[in-house]
């Protein structure tokens, strides 16, 4: 199944190219048709983004707009078939994209949100940057995360939210909100080495 990236993940995925590749007229020119609220607040990201892994990281999952969910699938490799409920379905779940969008970046974060909740750094929520792993504990009874997401800026997340939905960006302020972690290449690699 071919996907094809709506016109609004273009323009942020050329907002982010543009900021951090080529002339600030060039990404104003391609968002033209869209929200120039969007394409300002992408490029303001992106150039804001203090590391260059994070960066990359953002980028890669904002690309992937569009993609649909599949339980179970997805990583380092991009989109792939799932399991179970994501049986038959070519795309990816939440700790797919984030698994993908790290690996772009050269860094190995694990395949489940559990590796990952356990692949860097924890960062209280006023120092979030662009990059860094959301999680969301929607179930408090069972230890750990149950969902996971890259922050696209202070406010926004890109992720691949559930079963019969795309990979999109949604506000990252949520009530099941558990905390953040930015992936460190010396503990990701390690925690990444079982999974990969």
């Not at 999952?61 to 991009?78: C, H, L, Q």
Request: glycine share 14%.
């Amino acid at each position: 199944m071919k996907t094809t990236q709506p016109p609004l993940a273009t323009a942020l995925t050329l907002t982010i190219l543009g900021a951090m590749h080529s002339t600030p007229a060039l990404a104003a020119h391609r968002c033209g048709a869209h929200s120039p609220g969007h394409c300002r607040m992408a490029a303001e990201t992106a150039a804001a983004a203090r590391s260059p892994a994070g960066a990359i990281a953002v980028r890669a999952a904002i690309e992937m707009i569009g993609v649909p969910y599949s339980w179970g699938g997805g990583g380092v490799r991009g989109p792939g078939y799932g399991v179970g409920r994501g049986a038959g379905i070519r795309g990816f779940d939440c700790s797919g994209l984030t698994e993908y969008a790290w690996a772009r970046a050269g860094v190995l974060i694990g395949t489940t949100t559990y590796e990952q909740w356990r692949s860097g750094v924890r960062i209280a929520k006023e120092d979030v940057q662009p990059g860094d792993l959301v999680f969301y504990d929607s179930d408090r009874s069972s230890s750990g995360p149950e969902h996971v997401a890259v922050a696209v800026d202070a406010t926004r997340m890109v992720h691949a939210p559930y079963t019969g939905a795309l990979v999109r960006i949604d506000p990252l302020d949520r009530r099941t909100f558990l905390g953040i972690v930015r992936p460190s290449e010396s503990v990701a690699n390690v925690a990444g080495a079982k999974g990969a």
